[in-house]
């Protein structure tokens, strides 16, 4: 059971650059997350799901885009890289019975330069 | 909006008690999460709270006063593997009530010392 994986694990990009988070869940959550982690300020959502072609904002979704064609991905795109979405990423997943308990993938490192 | 206040440092030492504080402002309250965080890992989901009083799950116990938008998170017999990162989250109706994300505090790391 592997739960939640994202790839890639590290990325450096340069300013003006795209790139896909991937992100993809096996336990059969309709509810999926993506936040980022900046030092010190905790998690903060970008977008989320409940589920398959069903997305919305979160607190912070200015340069993201994300979809949700199937149940188990949720990709995040980012468009024209900036040093300011230098951070770490995480995506999540929760049942609905169960959705305070988020399961969490391994995170992506990101840096811009 | 959602505000969570937790301390940003706490240290105690290996076999002690030690109770993290998080008081959070909402307009709407459904239930407080602990997640558990090792430096260069994932969070960890730890407890969840819905109703006031105590849970305990082993080492493990979180608290919640609704009235005080309060609650703690207590780990007992600390060990060095406890130091981490602890974050609260809350879930309210500011998010939406067919949505189900949360809302993190910015996290307590602990520091378990011989």
């Known amino acids: ?113 | 909006g959602q505000s969570l206040e937790q301390p940003s440092e706490v240290t105690a030492v290996e076999g002690a008690i030690v109770q993290i504080n998080c008081t959070y402002q909402t307009s709407g309250f459904y239930g407080l999460s602990w997640y558990q965080q090792h430096d260069g890992g994932a969070p960890t989901f730890l407890s969840y709270n819905a109703l006031d009083g105590l849970e305990e799950t082993g080492r493990f116990s979180s608290f919640l006063s609704r009235s005080d938008s309060y609650g703690y998170l207590l780990l007992q017999e600390l060990q060095m593997k406890d130091s981490a990162s602890y974050f609260c989250a809350v879930r309210d109706r500011a998010s939406g009530a067919g949505s189900y994300q949360l809302t993190f505090g910015k996290g307590t790391k602990l520091s378990v010392i011989p």
């Open chain 1, 1 to 113: 059971n592997a739960g939640v994986t994202q790839t890639p694990k590290f990325r450096i990009l340069k300013i003006g650059q795209s790139m896909t988070l991937q992100c993809a869940q096996d336990m059969n959550h309709n509810y999926m997350y993506w936040y980022r982690q900046d030092p010190g300020m905790g998690l903060k959502l970008i977008y989320y799901s409940v589920g398959a072609g069903i997305t919305d904002k979160g607190e912070v979704p200015n340069g993201y885009n994300v979809s949700r064609s199937t149940t188990e991905d949720f990709p995040l795109r980012l468009e024209l890289a900036a040093p300011s979405q230098t951070s770490v990423y995480f995506c999540a997943s929760s049942s609905e019975d169960r959705y305070y308990g988020y399961t969490f993938g391994s995170g992506t490192r990101l840096t811009v330069v």
